[in-house]
């Protein structure tokens, strides 16, 4: 809960810095409502099971919603990042871009599966939780199929949701943020 904690307002601070609360509300809104979804379906069809001791809000721990929040701003943040370096414009409907969302779409799918991977480890190491499901190639105790598809989903429609309103809105310009070009510039 402090880890997701601390990097949610961290980036909640960098999101409200560079857009708007209320923008930064509507990325928040449909986070929750794909992890909450996705976990949900996870675990009544008994393919995720959390450690029972975790503080929960609709049958999915708190800590797992505020790490699915901070790993999507992140994933955000970053392939946002990866576009200011290139110089490149976020997507618009008005010049009808939609390779070009798709590809980001995807690149945010793949970001999150590479955090989660790694996370998924630790979860399982530590016993938050566990797959119950069986696989031929597993990795680390972990399925690492489906864990990978996982994390693609939640990153693809969890940001995706935020990206298609920005992209139907046409909001094409990224911020000029110092951390953009700290970091990739």
């Not at 904690?5 to 928040?28: A, E, M, S």
């Not at 998924?120 to 105790?141: A, C, H, M, P, T």
């Not at 809105?169 to 970091?183: E, H, S, T, V």
């Amino acid at each position: 809960i402090v880890f997701g904690g601390f990097f949610i307002t961290y980036y909640v601070i960098i999101h409200v810095y560079l857009y708007d609360f209320l923008t930064t509300l509507k990325l928040i809104v449909a986070i929750l409502f794909v992890c909450l979804l996705y976990d949900n379906i996870l675990i009544n069809n008994n393919l995720y099971k959390y450690n029972n001791l975790l503080l929960t809000f609709l049958e999915v721990p708190v800590a797992a919603i505020l790490t699915w929040i901070a790993g999507i701003f992140q994933t955000y943040h970053f392939n946002t990042g990866i576009l200011y370096a290139k110089g490149i414009k976020k997507p618009t409907f008005a010049k009808k871009e939609y390779s070009k969302l798709l590809l980001v779409l995807i690149a945010d799918g793949f970001h999150l599966t590479t955090v989660g991977v790694i996370m998924e480890f630790y979860i399982v190491k530590y016993n938050l939780g566990n797959w119950r499901v069986l696989s031929d190639f597993e990795q680390f105790d972990l399925p690492i199929w489906y864990v990978s598809l996982s994390y693609f989903v939640v990153g693809f429609i969890g940001s995706g949701i935020y990206r298609v309103v920005e992209f139907i809105d046409n909001q094409a310009d990224i911020p000029n943020f110092n951390g953009y070009k700290n970091i990739f510039g």
